[in-house]
């Protein structure tokens, strides 16, 4: 009796075990619920987390996530309406906000990411095909800040002025893709354009104009140097000039002054008897100029000989 | 609290006298129960207590008690904790005081375009910190991805907005700022839970391609910069050295000047003196200076020749092949 009474609470405790374990059912944070009897969907589909009843066996519980999921495109090359190949690789942010019509519509994740690349990627490549690269890469009309004489040589396309932008541009796309997935219970927070690189070929000639246009700011700066050096040279040359010819013409006033001054003296002091002078200097320039070497013809009849002859 | 979930708490075990190894099995449950009651947060981590998945409280750190699993379960979420995403680049290690760099290419994450269609490379870090647990881990799936997602465009709207020039040059620290704040904002927005704590830009680089005419326009300016320099060299070599010799000029013309006026003076003073003595016996003196005069010269000279009045005729005989000077 005893054993019977044992096996049967056993029993029973195992029932019980599997029919709660069955009727129970946790819903996390991050998840919302929708609650199925044979694949027909039972009240209003749970958002609160905790400890959930269900009736045991007959109901299915299907799980989704309710936080804010990611959707990354995968990276497509678009051309812009001016023609320039693009690689554009944008990511959104998207939520389950009624999971029932996300249930009927999409089933589940797999489904709304497809569904999400067909919207977006559509979305994207009209918003892009219809704008200027400008467009997509700008978000404003700031002018650039110049750091020196180097930026005003190269802003070739710093007058390309911006229409949209890039925040309106995608702010379209996240619109345009918002009003198409109304109806599949999902809503996307936010689309971003995470990406845009030139295509290879559309590199290459990017890197070739950079290149150029450093070679010609190079080019500048060369001149520039050679420029200046040349000015000062000339300045040098110059400058040495008229350092060079003040100072002749400086010495030659002061020596002409001298000379003038000289000349004055002179005149005021030999002017009292010019015949004396004369005589005067002849001495001098006799005493200077006759040396051993000179043949001296006299005549007897000059004042030194006079006597030579007689004594008369 | 344990009116709340009667079925589960009120589940006693029936008592079975004799059991041993039922009560065993048993004891061992319920010790594993109490220990998973116990838990401890590290000091830089903060525990979110869930009741059946969910939420009930937030614990800082020490140690904590909780109900047994599985009715409360603990996720450590390191709140005080600086992290850190790379972008461009990625630190694999640091030995000592040198980092190593992952050789991946990861130039998709670090190219962009600059507002006058130009490429530029960037590689930045962010740091940041986890502010809000519960948003970090309930609102946003991915959170890491999500982060890195808008890292990479918030710094390309903003890198987007400057001229090639400004991202190499000037705009860095303005850059850094200008994310750091957008991507709070748009944290905020996602409701990420994430503090931006600092944008840090690393290396700013033009495409490798392009480097050597970046450095090509460096050298230029260097360049420049020589040419000009060896100009003024040569100016102030030249110049100076020239004043100073111009000065040199004057002064010498100066002394010239003093030198041809003093010797004037002397010239003149001296005819003065003498013209006086002159007159005051004019025929004697005159007289005299000559033969003075002449004495002094006749006897310098080697050959003489003397001439009678009546003898003329006889110069012609003089040997004047030696071209001596001939004085009257």
């Not at chain 1, 893709?177 to 000639?205: C, H, M, P, S, W």
């Not at chain 1, 290149?211 to 000339?234: D, M, N, V």
């Not at chain 2, 979930?5 to 048993?26: H, S």
Request: contains cysteine; aromatic residues 8%.
């Amino acid at each position: 009796m005893k054993e019977i009474r044992i096996t049967v609470m056993i029993l029973a405790a195992v029932v019980a075990v599997v029919v709660l374990s069955s009727a129970l059912y946790t819903v996390g944070e991050t998840q919302q619920v929708v609650v199925t009897q044979f694949g027909k969907p039972v009240g209003k589909p749970i958002t609160t987390p905790g400890l959930k009843l269900k009736m045991p066996f007959t109901q299915t519980v299907h799980a989704f996530e309710k936080r804010f999921m990611e959707w990354d495109g995968d990276p497509n090359q678009i051309p812009t309406k001016d023609k320039r190949f693009i690689w554009v690789d944008s990511y959104a942010r998207w939520r389950i906000t009624d999971p029932l019509l996300f249930f009927q519509r999409l089933r589940d994740e797999r489904g709304a990411q497809s569904r999400l690349d067909d919207i977006l990627d559509g979305e994207t490549r009209n918003t892009i095909a219809k704008n200027e690269l400008i467009d997509l890469v700008r978000s404003t009309n700031r002018p650039f800040v110049v750091a020196d004489d180097v930026a005003e040589l190269s802003q070739p396309e710093a007058a390309e002025r911006v229409e949209h932008g890039r925040e309106k541009l995608t702010k379209e796309v996240l619109e345009n893709a918002r009003r198409r997935t109304g109806d599949l219970g999902i809503e996307i927070l936010d689309f971003r354009i995470k990406q845009i690189n030139y295509v290879e070929a559309v590199r290459q000639e990017v890197y070739a104009r950079m290149i150029s246009e450093r070679k010609r700011i190079a080019e500048r700066y060369r001149s520039e140097g050679a420029g200046e050096a040349a000015r000062i040279a000339g300045e040098k040359e110059r400058q040495l000039r008229v350092i060079e010819s003040e100072a002749y013409r400086k010495a030659q006033e002061i020596r002409g002054k001298a000379d003038a001054a000289a000349a004055d003296i002179y005149a005021a002091a030999y002017n009292r008897d010019p015949d004396f002078y004369r005589f005067l200097k002849s001495m001098g320039t006799l005493r200077e100029s006759i040396d051993p070497e000179t043949t001296l013809i006299l005549s007897t009849d000059s004042e030194l000989l006079r006597y030579l002859n007689s004594a008369k | 609290m344990e009116n709340q979930f009667p079925n589960v708490l009120k589940f006693k075990p029936p008592n079975i006298p004799g059991g041993l190894v039922l009560r065993g099995v048993l004891a061992l449950v319920v010790l594993a129960v109490l220990f998973s009651a116990w838990f401890t947060i590290e000091p830089e981590e903060a525990g979110l207590v869930l009741r059946f998945g969910k939420y009930v409280r937030t614990v800082p750190s020490g140690l904590h008690l909780k109900l047994p699993s599985p009715i409360e379960t603990v996720v450590k979420v390191p709140v005080e904790r600086q992290l850190k995403e790379e972008f461009g680049f990625r630190t694999e290690g640091s030995s000592g005081p040198r980092r190593t760099y992952s050789q991946e290419d990861l130039s998709a994450e670090s190219l962009m375009l600059t507002g006058d269609l130009n490429v530029a490379v960037v590689e930045w870090t962010a740091q940041y910190r986890v502010r809000d647990p519960y948003k970090y881990l309930f609102k946003v799936r991915s959170v890491q991805k999500t982060f890195r997602d808008m890292n990479e465009t918030v710094m390309r709207e903003v890198v987007g907005d400057r001229s090639v020039n400004e991202v190499l040059t000037v705009g860095r620290q303005e850059i850094a700022a200008e994310v750091e704040q957008r991507l709070q904002t748009l944290c905020d927005q996602y409701e990420n839970g994430i503090k931006v704590e600092q944008i840090v830009l690393q290396d700013v680089n033009p495409p490798d391609q392009v480097k050597p005419s970046f450095n090509e326009v460096n050298q230029a300016q260097q360049e420049r910069e020589k040419l000009i320099n060896q100009a003024r060299a040569d100016y102030n070599q030249i110049i100076p050295r020239a004043s100073g010799q111009a000065q040199q000029t004057i002064e010498q013309a100066e002394g010239f000047a003093t030198d041809r006026v003093n010797r004037a003076r002397g010239d003149a003073e001296l005819f003065v003196k003498v013209h006086a003595a002159y007159q005051r016996a004019p025929e004697v003196t005159r007289r005299r200076m000559y033969l003075e005069t002449m004495s002094e010269i006749y006897p310098k000279v080697k050959r003489k020749v003397i001439l009678d009045e009546k003898m003329k005729g006889i110069l012609p005989l003089l040997p004047m092949a030696g071209a001596p000077e001939v004085k009257p």
